[in-house]
């Protein structure tokens, strides 16, 4: 049976790299910051990771891990209603509803997990989900766990959420699910809008801020804290493995009962691993100095509006963004691969994002900034981005002196 299996598979990954779709993957050699090593030996700038806030390295949080080897160990070898739980679990875990102004929280070993384990344990057959159409693979996988009715409203489309709203009045229950900032546009969702159009349909709310926790909103609360409605949401799912030290772990914040009985149904949660009480310590180290200081917020919200700025001027078609995520549209995915191929020459690493992480001919370059970039990093790579731009065609050639 395998040797026709075999020639299946062999088929599909040929056609995945005629069409240029083949992802390979580049060895580090170096801790994640604004400059890393490949194991080629080569030193590039990194502007594709969801390092926001420059903690993936920090000398603070990696104290906080080593200091909790020693008092709490390794690992845990256990689920959280067994003997999976400790002091550190639960003091993140109430650091996190703080800083978000949530009531309770609940760990998970990932936010995929989180979405995962969400909705299948809160709602039946008799309720709805109405979904972005640009929510995270986690969010729809978690969606087609569950017996709910589904409802797909188009990309931040607040009349098309409406008419949805509007048809999933027979269910019992409604709750509209977004992410926070899109990780593929880094678009900001329009939450206050969503919060005001639940009200109006007798409705509930989900936020995922993966890709906004640290990076949009004054102090980096999120969205909830940008348009000025922390408390009105009812679940809030995010990861400690971008903004908030690049680890791994994610959580489901929100009310009291809806977290109660997570704890009580969730499969992810009742059938994996607490997460390592290092990563639990040093999550709580990183929410202390996101607590304490803005520096770092304010200083990637100064990257990133100036890097944005400097690429648009240069004639780059930029997506729409209030977050740290740069979309450079190239649209033909071939076109992505050998643009970030080149600029990686530069010593700029990118990838090009082409389908199925995006749509078919919605190939781009994600530029991600981060706190750890410096000015001087910021305007090579721009530098670099122009170069490789005008080489490919994307931007239009210098004119020669005297034409």
Not at 27 to 38: K, N, V
Not at 64 to 87: E, N, P, Q, W
């Amino acid at each position: 049976m395998y040797t026709a299996f075999q020639n299946y598979l062999s088929n599909q990954l040929k056609e995945i790299k005629e069409a240029g779709l083949y992802k390979d993957e580049r060895i580090i050699t170096s801790p994640q910051g604004a400059e890393i090593e490949l194991d080629t030996g080569q030193k590039v700038l990194n502007f594709c990771a969801n390092n926001y806030l420059g903690l993936s390295n920090n000398p603070d949080l990696i104290e906080a891990a080593k200091s909790s080897l020693d008092d709490h160990g390794y690992g845990m070898s256990s689920v959280r209603f067994i003997c999976g739980t400790t002091d550190l679990h639960k003091e993140l875990e109430r650091k996190i509803a703080r800083f978000f102004n949530t009531e309770d929280t609940i760990l998970y070993a990932a936010c995929f997990d989180a979405n995962g384990g969400v909705f299948e344990p809160l709602l039946t057959s008799e309720d709805a989900i109405i979904s972005d159409a640009l929510n995270h693979a986690s969010i729809i996988d978690g969606v087609r766990l569950c017996k709910a009715q589904r409802y797909r409203y188009e990309n931040a489309d607040m009349e098309d959420l409406e008419t949805q709203l509007q048809l999933a009045q027979e269910q019992r229950f409604r709750l509209i699910v977004t992410d926070g900032v899109f990780s593929m546009d880094g678009n900001v969702a329009p939450v206050k809008k969503i919060v005001e159009l639940a009200n109006q349909y007798n409705a509930m709310v989900m936020v995922d801020e993966s890709h906004s926790a640290g990076v949009v909103g004054e102090t980096g609360r999120g969205v909830t804290e940008l348009y000025n409605i922390m408390g009105q949401v009812e679940i809030i799912t995010g990861t400690l493995g971008k903004a908030f030290g690049g680890a791994i772990g994610g959580f489901t914040t929100g009310k009291k009962e809806i977290v109660e009985l997570l704890r009580q149904r969730s499969r992810p949660y009742l059938f994996s691993n607490s997460i390592p009480p290092l990563v639990a310590a040093a999550g709580i180290k990183m929410v202390e100095m996101m607590t304490n200081t803005n520096e770092l917020q304010d200083k990637l919200h100064r990257n990133a509006e100036y890097f944005i700025s400097r690429m648009t001027n240069l004639g780059f078609d930029i997506k729409p963004t209030k977050s740290a995520i740069c979309a450079v549209m190239l649209y033909d995915a071939k076109l992505s691969q050998e643009f970030a191929a080149k600029l990686l020459g530069e010593g700029i690493y990118v990838i090009g994002f082409s389908y199925p992480v995006v749509p078919k001919d919605q190939a781009r370059i994600r530029v991600q900034l981060s706190a750890a970039h410096e000015k001087e990093h910021l305007d090579k790579a721009i530098k670099a981005f122009e170069k490789i731009g005008k080489g490919l065609g994307v931007l239009p050639p210098t004119p020669k002196a005297g034409f």
